[in-house]
Each structure stands twice: as C-alpha cells, then as structure tokens.
C-alpha cells in the first residue's frame, strides 16, 4: 500500500510525532507519548494497529539530533525492526532546520516541527541514511565526560591564577607554561606569599620536584612579595582551587586509561593515525570518533568539510564576502585537529617546512595553523582510505605532481557562462561591473592581437608574404 513517513520531535520526557503518506497528506494526527514504558508501549500499540490495517505498507521514520533525547525513542524503534516493516534514521538538525524556513511557516510547535520533519523525509531522501548503527554512541560520550572535565579544569587554573596575582605573584613566573602539579602542591600547603615566607627549607624541599636550592629562591622571593592579600579567607579559597585541580587531573588521567584499556585500541585504524606525529592514542581516538567509516566521505572534500576547515567564498552581484574557515559543524572535532597541528609543527619536518613557508608568504599564524589542518586532515584521508602508515615523502611527490601540473603550458580557461551573449556595452549594470567588463575587454583585445603576432611571425606565412612583394 505504499511507504509512510513518521516523524518524531523529541523533547526532554516525551516526544511529538506525525505520520504522513509520500504525498504528504496526514494519516495519523500529532500525538504526544513520554519517554517512560507507558509511552514506549502506546508507540508499540500504534505501529501494532498501523501495520494490522496496512499490510503491505512500510514506515520510515525519523528524528532530529537533538543531544540525547532522541535516543530513546530510536533505540525502540530499532528493536522493533523485528516486529514491523520500520526504518528509523536520524536527521541533521541544520538541514532541517531550513527546510521549516523555506515552508514559510509562521508559527512554530511541536506538533509542526514533528510534521516538518516526516516531511523533510520525504523531499529529501537522498539525505537521509537509514538504519544507520552509531557503534561509537558509547565511546563518544565517554570523550564528552572527558571533555568536560578538562574545561573544568581550564576554568579553575584560570581562576587560580587570578587568585595567585595577589597573594603569590612571585610564583607566576613560573606558571607561563601552565600551573604545574608542584605548584600546586607548594599552594595547598602554603598559599599565601605570608605562610610561604614563614616555613623553613627541609619542608619545603619535602614537596617533590622541589629541591633545596629552589627552595631558598622561593622562600626569599616570598619574603619580598609585594601580595596585597594575605587573608586567610584568600588562603582558604587558593586552597580548596589548588586541591580540587589536583583532584580533576587525576580523574581525567583514570578516565583516559579507562576509555583506552575499555575500548579497542589496537584497531588496525588506531595504528595508522598513531605513525602520524602529533597523535597519540587518546587524539587517535577522538579523530576515529568523529570520522566514523572513512567509507562515509566519497572524496576528502566531503571530511573537510565536515569538519567545517573548508575555505568559504560567497559573491553576489558586485559584491564579494569570504575567503576564510567555515567553521561550520561541532567545534570538537576542529580542536583535536588543531592540537595535532600544533605538535606536528613541532615534530615533523616537513609540515614544519609547509607551516614556515607559509609564514614567508604572508600568513599570520593562526591562518597557516588553519592551513596546516587542512593538510594535515588530507593526509589522514588518504591514510585511513589506503591502510597505509604515515609516509612523507608520499606527499613531498603528491605536491610535486600538482606544481606540475599547475605550471604546465595548456590553453588558458574561458569563462564559458556567456557563450550565448558576449557583454553588451548598453546593459543597465552598475559602475563597478562596468569597468571589470572593459578590463576583460582589455584582456581579450590583447589575446587576440598576440595570437595575430604569432600566426604572422609563422616561418611559411612570411615565405607567402616575400613571393607576393617580388610579384608586385
């Protein structure tokens, strides 16, 4: 009887959903149902009563990423495979988002958003992938948990380090780099430049990496500290901040070890990114976690863009915007790449001469790290799609191939776009496209008149010339 699309908007503690037929009538009207058992089985009871009616029917559904919420509700939907004719698939939230835009709805609900989304299956099927198992849904929101906590962490050396620049700026010196752990040792113990001044060498020492020489430097500087606060309610405050970082970088090394030892880290896709410099075993993760199946991009322009490292141009009319990263998409996967790019700088030869001969060029540094990525993301591409380990020189030959081809001799290119009129000098357009107009004109009055030279100064045509002249 035909295909049925089923549209779910899921929100926290229950979801939305629409059913339509391919030509986007409205078969079942909204309904709501929790996301508790009762919900559960009540969608369980619809498809029963749905498919005892519709026979020869089949339901394609689908729901938007809509961060965890909708999980739920495809997990049940992909176990019930077994009992119905069902495809559940999740949807980009960006794409449609715009295609509620361009509906020109003016009022926006739940029980419209479920409708536009049974119906942005059915104009866009080629956008939708079906049945589609996320084997890294686990692991994914182990790296989160781990994200998280390291943002917290930043946050609390940031404000630790306020905290230090009035009651231990002495100390700052030696914090350019970040808060080390013996910093922060020496903090929960002495945590104004006052209790510092007053402990004795052989303590202090007793704090690892600290030795006694150091130690004399620290209590002398301490004793000369220009600190305006001294209080041991600032005390207090430095020590719960340095404690608590301490116990956050334990946490985040547990979890690290957890999510390497849990997870299958010899996968024969972890080696490959590992031969890159730059990628150890929790940045390996992270990228396989974002990239999935390199199967999924059917060229490397797919991944970069799906990264959101693509350079973007617009121009319309006379007007022309653009020519910097997208940035488009999650930013995490953009993170890792950059903390690859920046250790590669570090590591590797011959990205460190790509990184410097960009920088001769003109480039400022973030914008030939930004280059960087790009390259560096090519490269994985080519690794994960070869099963090949990380190899310079096959890029250093892969560039040369492109400067070659790039400075070889070949009939420049035409714009082909007005191959059905030329320009016309009387067309109502605007002063700036006029003179980009008589530019081109230039251009080709000069080509014209050089191709003339050359057919002129042909070897044969001047023979013919001489016979003529002697005639005459």
Known sequence: MGSY??????????????????KKRIVEEDFQLDDCHEGHQSLYHFLHQFFSSHKNGDINAGFESTGGYENNWYQLLWKLQDCFDVKVARLNPYGVKYHKKASLDRIETDKISARKIA????THPEKVEYNKEDSFAELRRHWKYIRMLKKQKAQLQTHLKAQMYVSQPQLLVYCKDGISDWILLLLKKYPTAMDLAKTSVNK????????????????????????????????????????????MKKTIKEQVKLMINTYDINMPE??????????????????????????????VKKLVSFFGIHPIYRQSGDGKWGNHMSKKGRKEPRWILFNVATNAICNDEMIQELYNDHLKKGHCRMSAIGIIMHKIL???????????????????????????????????????SRRYQSYDKSAPVSKKQTKKRKLMDM????????????????????????ERSEMN
């Open 5 to 22: 699309f089923l549209g779910g908007d899921a929100s926290k503690g229950y979801c939305n959903f629409a059913l339509l037929d391919h």
């Open 119 to 122: 119906e942005y299956l059915i």
């Open 204 to 247: 202090l020492a007793s704090i690892p990496y600290i030795s006694k020489e150091r130690a004399k430097e620290l209590i002398r500087e301490a004793k000369t500290s220009v600190a305006s606060m001294k209080s041991p309610i600032m005390g207090n405050m430095i020590k719960s901040a340095a404690g608590e970082i301490l116990r």
């Open 270 to 299: 972890i080696e490959i990114l590992k031969s890159f410099p730059g990628i150890d075993d929790y940045s390996a993760l992270g990228l396989l976690i974002e990239i999935g199946a390199i199967e999924r991009y059917s060229s």
């Open 378 to 416: 090519r490269i994985i591409y080519g690794m994960l799609k070869h099963k090949q380990r990380y190899d310079p020189n096959v890029d250093r030959t892969n560039r040369k191939k492109t400067v070659k081809t790039s400075t070889s001799k070949g009939p420049k290119k035409t714009d082909n």
């Open 443 to 466: 251009e080709v009055t000069e080509v014209e008149v050089a191709s003339q030279d050359e057919v002129a100064s042909h070897p044969k045509d001047k023979k013919i010339r001489q």
